[in-house]
């Protein structure tokens, strides 16, 4: 039996599933209809309800061909579904993971077609950041237009809004400094805008582990030399280097689509001297073979002319033609799998947790923690002062000595007596003196 | 060269899966190139998932740190048995250090398959296994086990003393296929059932591939095997499937 939300809407299938919720695909009995239902799961405290209700306030207000529309909103025990209008097509991931990339001209399109849908949803008042551009949340319908969907991560007012301070995006397409700060703002747009252009272009993932982002032109060489340089300014660190509206980056879009026809006869001129020189050379080779050599010309004076045309269009092709070469591939990701029960992820994994531990620590979060725990917190250094994991059972060689440091700020109020005890394999029971320590204030 | 992979990855009866694999495809200025690995902890000792994990993230960043550049810059075979073989005996002595910073012993089987250029090489510690299947259901292992016979490990990649790894290299002509499986894959079956279903002629898509490994790996099942299976199997084809990138 199928289930029915709301007496309304019959579920039919699950269209995607996430940490915040899940997306089904129901039928509207009432108008006989298919809809998108988005349950958002588990929304038991107030601050995750009102984060969902947040998408629903940004989402009422917006009224665009690429947008999805709300047609209804309500909570079903400790679920709150969303109704959206239903998207028929496929996603750009999926496009990318058939087709590899995406046409120049397609490309060019889409990003237009994307700097429009984003600039109205800057333009609203207060502006609206969509925060999470990425080619899952850009669906492809049959006619080759484009849609926006998934607005969890979008948020009204960035600018003097204090309180939104979430870590949202997808790494790879986020901004760096919506990680850094967590302060999002049009030119984060206009960066994921970037790296989604650079992947329809190339087919590489910005979120391949190995792959960092080139600039387009040395994956193919078709590509404009105008596109590539919008694309390393979308995509700068510094977001005020970065265009400052979807309107000047939609204006330099349609400017590399312009054919520039000085720019190809440049080309053709460039690469039909290197070739003529290299066909004298060939003729000035063979013809005087054809009509023969006295023996006592060869080689020389016969080759004289031959190597000095091969010479020309070796140092020609050196100085003109060395960047000029079609096809010029780095390395592309084509699969990957990599299946591990390993309970420590790699040191890739370990980086990106190092940053985010850094980022806790930055924000004195892991100060409270531990004070929060009751505990009183012992590190363990070795000679040379690295700090040890004091884990239970574990077996720790040492030829010297043992460091055990009390970081002052674990410290409860008041005095506290401290001694040592071991055990050694036998049972047998060493202790040390008793230490009485207390805090400085 | 057209390169179709597929992957199973099982932990059958056991509680957890102490079996790892790794497979990448990537294509470079030399043409398309490969890295499949299979790796399978030692049952008996602790920590089987690390130590399996670990030596196949140790060949993920060898192969795109060393390896690849290698291969780009027209390197033969030699030179990649010495990268691998740098990788081996690094993996080795950061085991060694684990393992003593814990105290205790742990270790893995390891077969790795590269290819490049129609070229293949392989390198191999334990009783994991690398088949070659070719036209006409014929197999042939690759590797030769490095077992007692019973459960027994003569060789293996861990907190022991370096062993050098068995290297075998050869070409690629016309269609061949590739299967590299931990002992709980292939244990209770025999060479003419693995050739009978993956034949090279009919493998053609990766779904089929999954579908065909998953097939010999419930007939073991049902025969009684209760191991961490693990299989993956790579077809190389004549002509290129698709248009060449750029």
Redesign the interface.
């Known amino acids: 039996m199928k289930q029915i939300l709301c007496n309304k809407y019959e579920v039919q299938k699950t269209i995607a599933e996430g940490g915040m919720g899940v997306v089904y695909l129901v039928k509207d009995l009432h108008l006989d209809k298919p809809a998108a239902v988005k349950v958002s799961k588990n929304a038991k405290s107030e601050s995750e309800r009102a984060y969902i209700l947040k998408e629903v306030e940004v989402l009422k207000k917006l009224s665009h061909p690429s947008l999805p529309a709300v047609i209804d909103f309500f909570q079903e025990g400790e679920n709150i579904c969303l109704v959206m209008e239903y998207i028929e097509g496929i996603t750009l991931k999926e496009h990318l993971a058939r087709s590899g990339r995406v046409q120049l001209h397609q490309a060019v399109r889409w990003a237009v077609e994307l700097t429009r849908t984003l600039g109205y949803l800057h333009s609203r008042n207060p502006p609206v950041i969509y925060r999470d551009l990425k080619p899952a949340n850009i669906m492809i319908q049959a006619d080759g237009t484009i849609r926006l969907v998934d607005f969890g991560a979008a948020f009204a007012g960035a600018y003097g809004q204090e309180g939104e301070q979430l870590l949202v995006g997808t790494p790879g397409y986020g901004a760096p400094e919506q990680w850094q700060s967590a302060g999002a703002g049009k030119e984060s747009d206009i960066y994921a805008l970037g790296a989604v252009l650079h992947e329809m272009l190339t087919g590489i993932s910005p979120q391949s582990r190995f792959m960092e982002r080139r600039p387009v032109r040395e994956y193919d060489k078709s590509i404009p030399r105008e596109l590539e340089k919008v694309i390393g300014v979308c995509t700068r660190r510094n977001p005020s280097e970065r265009y400052r509206s979807m309107e000047q980056l939609r204006e330099a879009l349609l400017n590399c689509g312009r054919k520039k026809w000085g720019e190809q006869l440049r080309f053709f001129i460039r690469r039909g001297v290197g070739r003529l020189l290299v066909l004298a050379a060939v003729l000035r080779t063979i013809l005087p073979f054809l009509q023969g050599v006295k023996a006592a010309d060869f080689p020389f004076p016969c080759l004289e002319m031959p190597l000095f045309y091969f010479g020309a269009a070796f140092a020609y092709r050196a100085l003109f033609l060395r960047n000029m070469r079609e096809r010029k591939v780095r390395v592309r990701q084509e699969k990957s799998v990599f299946l591990t029960q390993k309970k420590f992820p790699g040191i890739y994994v370990a980086c990106i947790f190092a940053l985010f531990l850094s980022a806790a620590a930055a924000a004195g979060k892991s100060a409270s923690a531990r004070e929060d725990s009751g505990k009183l917190w012992v590190e363990m250094r070795d000679d040379e002062g690295r700090k040890m994991l004091l884990r239970e059972g574990t077996v720790y060689r040492t030829d010297k000595r043992i460091r055990f440091d009390i970081p002052a700020r674990d410290m409860p109020e008041g005095e506290l007596a401290l001694w040592l005890m071991a055990r050694d394999e036998k049972g047998a029971v060493y202790e040390s003196r008793v230490f009485l320590i207390e805090k400085e204030n | 060269m057209r390169l179709v992979?597929g992957?199973y990855?099982d932990?059958g009866r056991r509680e957890?899966?102490?079996d790892?694999?790794?497979?990448?495809?990537?294509?470079?200025?030399g043409g398309?190139v490969l890295l499949a690995a299979v790796s399978d902890g030692i049952g008996g000792l602790p920590e089987g998932?690390?130590a399996?994990?670990?030596i196949?993230?140790m060949l993920?960043?060898t192969f795109?740190h060393q390896a690849?550049s290698l291969i780009?810059r027209g390197k033969g075979k030699r030179a990649l048995e010495r990268c691998l073989l740098r990788c081996f005996f690094e993996t080795n002595q950061l085991l060694n250090q684990y393992a003593?910073?814990?105290?205790i012993r742990l270790g893995a089987t390891v077969s790795v398959l590269l290819i490049w250029r129609r070229n293949y090489l392989v390198a191999h510690l334990g009783d994991s296994r690398i088949y070659r299947l070719s036209r006409h259901q014929r197999i042939r292992q690759l590797t030769q086990d490095h077992s007692d016979g019973g459960n027994g490990l003569l060789k293996c990649l861990g907190s022991f003393p370096y062993q050098r790894p068995d290297l075998s290299a050869g070409r690629i002509r016309g269609k061949a296929g590739f299967l590299l499986c931990s002992d709980g894959f292939f244990r209770c079956l025999d060479k003419s059932t693995i050739a009978e279903i993956l034949r090279v002629e009919e493998t053609e898509g990766e779904e089929q591939i999954g579908k065909r490994l998953k097939e010999l790996a419930g007939l073991g099942i049902r025969q009684g095997e209760t191991d961490n299976s693990?299989a993956l199997y790579v077809r190389c084809g004549t002509q290129s499937g698709?248009r060449r990138?750029?």
């Open positions: 992979s992957v990855w932990k957890e899966n102490q790892s694999l790794v497979l990448e495809q990537v294509y470079t200025r398309r998932e690390t399996s994990g670990f196949v993230e993920l960043e795109y690849l780009e003593q910073g814990k105290g693990t698709r990138f750029g």
